[in-house]
């Protein structure tokens, strides 16, 4: 994708940087660099994971969402609030509490993303019928983690099923009811996601696997919580509801999708460090076994987004009490098959690699300089300190064949063996001169002895 045309909620406040390498250290995709005291994100790597926000001691790492501002763009609007919101209210009792608060404080109308889940679950327990498809099937929910294989696992792209996000198929179910109830025409209508994390807004900006999104932005929990809250602890109406089941609220924590679409043959995966190493395991064909792979990059899940604003650990608890007192629905039968007819369900555009891991186009000038980074790395120390700018050692000669770095002589430990050696010559030197000086001094002496 040309540069130009990129879209990363995950932004750098480079006024708060102090050019320390703690995001360096922890990016997956090793898209930090940190030159001339303060760190860089490379457009072409970010996944939009936000694992730089959680761990940036001075807050230089933002996601940029929508605002409450931006939905009088629109004439109507609908809220459609991720299952994680409801983790965000230690002791709620029922989701449509949240559901009424998102519209005291300015919607016209709301659709549980968690009922788009249900949908999304009956249409991967259809889709997993075609034996064709390479196992394991992996998730396309966490956009992050499609990224992610785009970028580092591009050959296990085949597995990656072509069923929409839960919040695409909400908001197309959501927009053609609402414009039919109000006759109205769709372009009136702005769908708004309550996202727990930047890589569902750059989803929505950027789509994986969809021409357009069916979503026109997304407002982060973390801004919308402190409005929220007065209105849902004021509650005492019971509006009557139909809510999501019990399985779509789940898909909020880690292995509440792989419970629902294979219970007894997933596996479910959170934190993007552990991610990679089932995926490693997958590229090493060591999971055929497996039917399903739910893969998180957050921990916990989506409650342990970096937008959230309750403990992920306290979210979990209270969207499983909440589940526990739910009706106990599945999506098999809470879904009909006419739904999955009605509503688009699968992926418009084939799952892309990302090239940026490349060297260059031309094959013979990669090998070139796949060759030049060979030679490279057999000077350098190997430590992975960081210290150069760049995340390991092999990233630096990377950056050096691709001009984005001068000499290896950034690299710290290079710099002091060679300071050591110049020292080192520098006292040989003075030492030669010394002795030399001496001979000069000694010689007239010697010359007079010898005369008489």
């Not at 490379?42 to 940029?64: F, M, N, P, Q, T």
């Not at 327990?125 to 396309?140: G, H, K, M």
């Not at 700018?389 to 630096?396: A, E, L």
Request: charged share 25%; with cysteine.
């Amino acid at each position: 994708m040309p540069e130009q045309t990129r879209y990363h909620s995950v932004r750098l406040d480079k006024e708060r940087c102090r050019g320390c390498t703690n995001c360096l250290k922890h990016c997956p995709t090793e898209a930090i660099r940190v030159r001339g005291g303060r760190a860089h994100i490379l457009d072409s790597l970010c996944i939009d994971c936000g694992e730089c926000i959680r761990i940036c001691d001075y807050h230089a790492k933002v996601a940029v969402t929508d605002t409450l501002e931006d939905i009088r763009r629109f004439r109507y609007t609908i809220a459609l609030p991720a299952p994680t919101l409801y983790g965000q209210f230690r002791t709620l009792k029922k989701p449509v509490y949240v559901l009424e608060a998102l519209k005291k404080i300015g919607f016209d109308d709301v659709f549980e993303v968690a009922r788009g889940a249900d949908v999304v679950t009956r249409a991967i327990r259809e889709r997993l019928r075609d034996t064709s498809i390479p196992r394991p099937v992996i998730s396309s929910a966490c956009p992050a983690v499609v990224r992610l294989i785009q970028v580092r696992f591009p050959e296990l792209l085949e597995h990656v099923i072509d069923i929409r996000q839960p919040m695409e198929v909400a908001a197309s179910i959501a927009r053609r009811r609402f414009c039919k109830a109000h006759d109205c025409a769709p372009e009136d209508v702005g769908c708004f996601f309550i996202t727990p994390c930047p890589a569902k807004m750059t989803a929505i900006r950027r789509p994986i696997g969809q021409a357009k999104s069916a979503l026109d932005g997304a407002i982060s929990i973390m801004d919308i919580y402190g409005l929220l809250l007065p209105h849902v602890e004021a509650m005492q109406n019971d509006p009557d509801f139909v809510p999501a089941t019990p399985y779509g609220v789940a898909w909020a924590t880690s292995d509440g999708e792989a419970n629902a679409v294979s219970p007894g043959s997933s596996l479910s995966v959170d934190g993007i460090p552990n991610v990679i190493r089932v995926l490693e395991e997958v590229e090493n064909n060591k999971l055929r076994d497996l039917e399903y792979l739910e893969g998180n990059a957050c921990i916990g899940g989506c409650v342990g987004g970096a937008l959230v604003f309750e403990n992920n650990y306290v979210a979990k608890a209270a969207i499983r009490r909440l589940v526990a007192d739910m009706p106990k629905r599945h999506p098999d039968t809470d879904v009909s098959a006419a739904m999955l007819n009605k509503y688009p369900m699968k992926n418009d555009l084939p799952f892309e690699p990302n090239a940026a891991m490349r060297l260059d186009d031309n094959l013979v000038v990669a090998m070139q300089k796949m060759n030049r980074m060979n030679q490279i790395m057999d000077h350098l120390p190997g430590y992975d300190c960081g210290s150069c700018g760049s995340p390991t050692c092999k990233s630096f000669a990377e950056d050096i064949v691709r001009g984005f770095v001068a000499s290896e002589m950034d690299c710290v430990h290079l710099m002091k063996e060679k300071i050591r050696h110049m020292a080192e010559d520098m006292v040989t030197l003075a030492q030669s001169a010394i002795d030399l000086g001496g001979k000069k001094e000694e010689h007239p002496e010697a010359a007079n002895r010898s005369q008489k």
